[in-house]
């Protein structure tokens, strides 16, 4: 019975894993036995669309070191952007840019999807990378100097760009302060790609009551902000948060302030 593209790129997963653990052993996975394994684990995609992920990975097994494997993973993710993007392809947003230039201090090319397309794309992202990762409804690809967006967060990004206010005591409030932090966050994986997800998180946090004042006025710039922190901030995985993050701590970019975040 043939696999579904969803199950076929969870057994992907699985022997990409296993791979990967491995190497990461600093044991020899030589290239015959990994296109083998590949063939009789994973086998050909049930969909023409995702023979560029099988077709990277053959290429991967190829330079089979810890770093050449990070990279083959990385090439895959980029194949599945283009999978899932060629029938309805993702809209740049140039405004985006700005934001994330003059938050964070880079200017990355920022894709806004249509839900059509951004569904079945995030379900076989979060198999290959983990639910943890898109959870902030993100992606950025640090070689293209890339980040893809959810199209709800674009959503929000559009309407604090026509400089509308969200209306009190109602749910954009909270979604206008995920998304500057869903974008600033990855703006800061660009910035440096070491960066782990908690201190990304962090400072994207950060990143709210600047920009929020800056287009909607300083008075409501606290209320989205407090948000962020007192919303969005304890929702997400622990991976996503820390203990530093906090008003005075390591991880407070402006320690000489009483505000927060």
């Not at 300083?218 to 948060?241: D, G, K, Q």
Request: charged share 25%.
């Amino acid at each position: 019975m043939q696999p579904t593209e969803a199950e076929w790129v969870g057994a992907y997963e699985a022997w990409s894993d296993e791979i990967d653990a491995t190497l990461g052993a600093g044991r020899t996975v030589f290239r015959a036995a990994c296109v083998a394994t590949f063939d009789d684990e994973v086998g050909s995609p049930p969909t023409g669309r995702l023979e560029p992920l099988a077709a990277t990975t053959r290429r991967g097994c190829a330079e089979l070191t810890p770093a050449g494997w990070r990279r083959t993973q990385e090439d895959v993710v980029r194949a599945l952007v283009s999978a899932n993007s060629e029938p309805l392809p993702p809209r740049r947003r140039p405004a985006l840019t700005e934001i994330a230039s003059s938050s964070v201090g880079v200017r990355p090319k920022v894709y806004c999807w249509s839900p059509a397309a951004w569904v079945p794309f995030i379900e076989h992202y979060a198999t290959l990378r983990g639910g943890e990762e898109v959870s902030l409804k993100g992606v950025a690809d640090t070689a293209r100097n890339r980040i893809d967006l959810d199209p709800s967060v674009c959503s929000s990004l559009g309407r604090y760009l026509r400089g509308i206010r969200p209306s009190k005591l109602s749910s954009e409030n909270l979604y206008l302060a995920e998304a500057l932090s869903v974008l600033t966050h990855q703006a800061e994986h660009l910035k440096a790609p070491s960066t782990s997800e908690a201190v990304a998180e962090c400072r994207a946090l950060q990143y709210v009551r600047p920009l929020v004042s800056a287009t909607l006025g300083p008075e409501v710039a606290t209320e989205i902000a407090l948000h962020a922190w007192e919303i969005a901030y304890p929702r997400l995985p622990a991976s996503f948060r820390s203990p530093g993050c906090r008003d005075g701590g390591p991880l407070d970019r402006n320690p000489g302030s009483s505000a927060w975040p």
